[in-house]
């Protein structure tokens, strides 16, 4: 069964402080990783998909990379307004998506 | 086109109720995606349609559960006699046959409170 595991739950940063989150998956037939960053009350907003292992994305100051087995972003010197959930989600042989249960980020000025 | 459109935002009802939510995804997006998302976890998947077809349900879906995208554009999830486990948000999302660079586009939810 396809799953998806993000760590930590929680983060809490000061502004300026690099750092990772970590997003571990088993999938059969992976057709895409995909971020996504979600905002109170509000649905999740796409960041990125990757595809095959190596891959790299970089969106401001958020980079993703894939592993055959894990993904991380990598958020260089954050901004208050970069808290948010930030949710990893599979593509696998169906079509639906499978998301973590995200990893929620907290950014003090 | 502004993104995927969800309504009622909100919707309190009380349990053995019928509510029904709709979205209006991109008009160019011929699939559509209902979602269940509940505090503290990701969202959850429901059903999906390709154009008017239903194609997929989670077996979280129970038969109290039903959707419907009648021509192939908006679509409708009718949740009947509602119990409290149903209180959650029901995002919507939309996309092109798959997905791709644009991931699958959200809305903002309908969030569903059952007192």
């Known amino acids: 069964e396809d799953q998806v595991t993000q760590s930590p739950e929680a983060l809490r940063l000061q502004e300026g402080e690099s750092s990772s989150l970590n997003c571990s998956y088993t999938v059969s037939g992976l057709r895409g990783l995909f971020w996504y960053r979600q905002d109170p009350g509000k649905g999740p907003e796409f960041l990125f998909t990757?595809?095959?292992a190596g891959e790299e994305k970089e969106k401001e100051r958020l980079k993703a990379t894939l592993t055959k087995k894990e993904s991380f972003l990598h958020i260089t010197a954050p901004k208050p307004e970069d808290s948010a959930t930030y949710l990893c989600?599979?593509?696998?042989?169906?079509?639906?998506?499978?998301f973590g249960t995200g990893t929620l980020l907290a950014v003090q000025p | 086109d502004t993104g995927v459109s969800q309504d009622p935002r909100h919707k309190i009802t009380k349990r053995g109720q019928n509510v029904t939510f709709r979205c209006d995804p991109i008009s160019e997006h011929n699939r559509l995606y209902w979602y269940r998302q509940t505090l503290g976890q990701g969202p959850e998947f429901l059903t999906y349609?390709?154009?008017?077809?239903?194609?997929?349900k989670s077996r979280l879906l129970s038969d109290r559960f039903s959707a419907e995208r009648p021509k192939g554009s908006f679509s409708t999830l009718e949740i009947q006699r509602t119990e409290q486990g149903d209180s959650a948000m029901y995002l919507c999302?939309?996309?092109?046959?798959?997905?791709?660079?644009?991931?699958?586009?959200f809305g903002s939810g309908t969030r569903l409170t059952v007192v």
């Open positions: 999302a939309s996309s092109n046959a798959g997905a791709g660079d644009g991931g699958y586009t």
């Open positions: 989600a599979v593509q696998g042989a169906t079509n639906k998506l499978i």
């Open positions: 990757l595809y095959s």
């Open positions: 349609f390709q154009n008017e077809a239903q194609l997929e």
